[in-house]
Nanobody, 122 residues
Framework: QVQLVESGGGAVQAGGSLRLSCAAS??????MGWFRQAPGKEREFVSE???????YYTSSVKGRFAISRDNTKNTLYLQMNSLKPEDTAMYYC??????????????????WGQGTQVTVSS
Protein backbone atom coordinates (compact mmCIF):
# COMPACT_ATOMS: atom_id res chain seq x y z
CA GLN A 1 0.00 0.00 0.00
CA VAL A 2 1.35 3.41 -1.04
CA GLN A 3 0.09 6.88 -0.14
CA LEU A 4 1.03 9.81 -2.39
CA VAL A 5 0.73 13.57 -1.81
CA GLU A 6 1.62 16.12 -4.51
CA SER A 7 2.68 19.73 -4.03
CA GLY A 8 4.36 22.56 -5.95
CA GLY A 9 1.67 23.47 -8.45
CA GLY A 10 0.64 27.03 -9.19
CA ALA A 11 0.20 29.72 -11.83
CA VAL A 12 3.08 30.75 -14.07
CA GLN A 13 3.57 32.66 -17.32
CA ALA A 14 4.65 30.92 -20.50
CA GLY A 15 8.37 30.23 -20.44
CA GLY A 16 8.47 29.93 -16.68
CA SER A 17 9.32 26.98 -14.45
CA LEU A 18 7.76 24.92 -11.68
CA ARG A 19 9.00 21.99 -9.61
CA LEU A 20 6.41 19.45 -8.50
CA SER A 21 7.00 17.14 -5.56
CA CYS A 22 5.31 13.92 -4.51
CA ALA A 23 5.80 12.60 -0.99
CA ALA A 24 5.33 8.84 -0.75
CA SER A 25 4.69 6.64 2.27
CA UNK A 26 4.16 2.92 2.68
CA UNK A 27 5.89 0.08 0.86
CA UNK A 28 8.45 1.07 -1.77
CA UNK A 29 7.32 1.03 -5.39
CA UNK A 30 9.46 0.22 -8.41
CA UNK A 31 7.87 2.52 -10.98
CA MET A 32 6.75 6.07 -10.21
CA GLY A 33 5.49 8.70 -12.58
CA TRP A 34 3.37 11.68 -13.47
CA PHE A 35 0.14 11.98 -15.43
CA ARG A 36 -1.88 15.10 -16.20
CA GLN A 37 -5.51 15.82 -16.99
CA ALA A 38 -7.08 18.93 -18.49
CA PRO A 39 -10.84 19.62 -18.16
CA GLY A 40 -12.86 17.46 -20.53
CA LYS A 41 -9.84 15.39 -21.55
CA GLU A 42 -8.55 11.94 -20.67
CA ARG A 43 -5.75 11.59 -18.15
CA GLU A 44 -2.50 11.32 -20.12
CA PHE A 45 0.99 10.03 -19.45
CA VAL A 46 3.75 12.60 -18.87
CA SER A 47 6.79 10.81 -17.48
CA GLU A 48 7.96 7.84 -15.38
CA UNK A 49 11.10 6.59 -13.67
CA UNK A 50 12.13 3.18 -12.31
CA UNK A 51 14.53 2.11 -9.56
CA UNK A 52 17.34 1.63 -12.07
CA UNK A 53 17.13 5.31 -12.99
CA UNK A 54 15.63 4.82 -16.45
CA UNK A 55 13.35 7.68 -17.45
CA TYR A 56 10.63 8.02 -20.06
CA TYR A 57 8.80 11.08 -21.39
CA THR A 58 5.92 11.81 -23.68
CA SER A 59 7.14 13.59 -26.80
CA SER A 60 5.45 16.90 -25.99
CA VAL A 61 7.53 17.45 -22.81
CA LYS A 62 10.83 15.84 -23.77
CA GLY A 63 13.68 18.32 -23.39
CA ARG A 64 11.61 20.60 -21.13
CA PHE A 65 10.65 18.37 -18.19
CA ALA A 66 12.91 16.23 -16.00
CA ILE A 67 11.72 13.49 -13.65
CA SER A 68 13.78 12.35 -10.67
CA ARG A 69 13.38 10.52 -7.37
CA ASP A 70 15.05 10.53 -3.97
CA ASN A 71 14.49 7.11 -2.43
CA THR A 72 16.05 8.17 0.88
CA LYS A 73 13.32 10.80 1.26
CA ASN A 74 10.69 8.73 -0.57
CA THR A 75 10.01 11.70 -2.82
CA LEU A 76 9.35 12.02 -6.55
CA TYR A 77 9.99 15.24 -8.47
CA LEU A 78 9.06 16.77 -11.81
CA GLN A 79 11.09 19.80 -12.89
CA MET A 80 9.12 21.68 -15.54
CA ASN A 81 10.90 24.31 -17.64
CA SER A 82 9.85 26.39 -20.65
CA LEU A 83 6.21 25.90 -19.73
CA LYS A 84 3.55 26.39 -22.38
CA PRO A 85 -0.19 27.14 -22.07
CA GLU A 86 -0.92 23.62 -23.34
CA ASP A 87 0.81 22.25 -20.22
CA THR A 88 -2.10 23.56 -18.13
CA ALA A 89 -3.67 20.63 -16.29
CA MET A 90 -4.07 18.86 -12.99
CA TYR A 91 -0.89 16.86 -12.42
CA TYR A 92 -1.09 13.51 -10.62
CA CYS A 93 1.66 11.48 -8.99
CA UNK A 94 1.36 7.71 -9.42
CA UNK A 95 3.15 4.49 -8.49
CA UNK A 96 3.09 0.73 -8.97
CA UNK A 97 5.12 -2.28 -7.80
CA UNK A 98 5.67 -3.59 -11.33
CA UNK A 99 8.47 -2.28 -13.51
CA UNK A 100 7.92 0.65 -15.87
CA UNK A 101 6.73 -0.32 -19.33
CA UNK A 102 6.72 2.77 -21.54
CA UNK A 103 4.36 3.85 -22.94
CA UNK A 104 2.32 3.29 -19.79
CA UNK A 105 -1.46 3.27 -19.54
CA UNK A 106 -3.31 5.01 -16.71
CA UNK A 107 -4.98 1.67 -15.91
CA UNK A 108 -1.63 0.11 -14.98
CA UNK A 109 -1.18 2.33 -11.90
CA UNK A 110 -3.16 1.45 -8.75
CA UNK A 111 -1.83 4.24 -6.50
CA TRP A 112 -2.59 7.94 -7.07
CA GLY A 113 -2.19 11.27 -5.31
CA GLN A 114 -4.91 13.92 -5.08
CA GLY A 115 -3.35 16.10 -7.78
CA THR A 116 -1.81 19.57 -7.95
CA GLN A 117 -2.98 22.24 -10.40
CA VAL A 118 -0.60 23.79 -12.94
CA THR A 119 -1.83 26.82 -14.88
CA VAL A 120 0.30 28.43 -17.60
CA SER A 121 -0.81 31.76 -19.07
CA SER A 122 0.29 33.33 -22.34
Amino acid sequence: QVQLVESGGGAVQAGGSLRLSCAASGYAANCMGWFRQAPGKEREFVSEIDNAGSTYYTSSVKGRFAISRDNTKNTLYLQMNSLKPEDTAMYYCTARYAYCNFPTSVTAFPFWGQGTQVTVSS
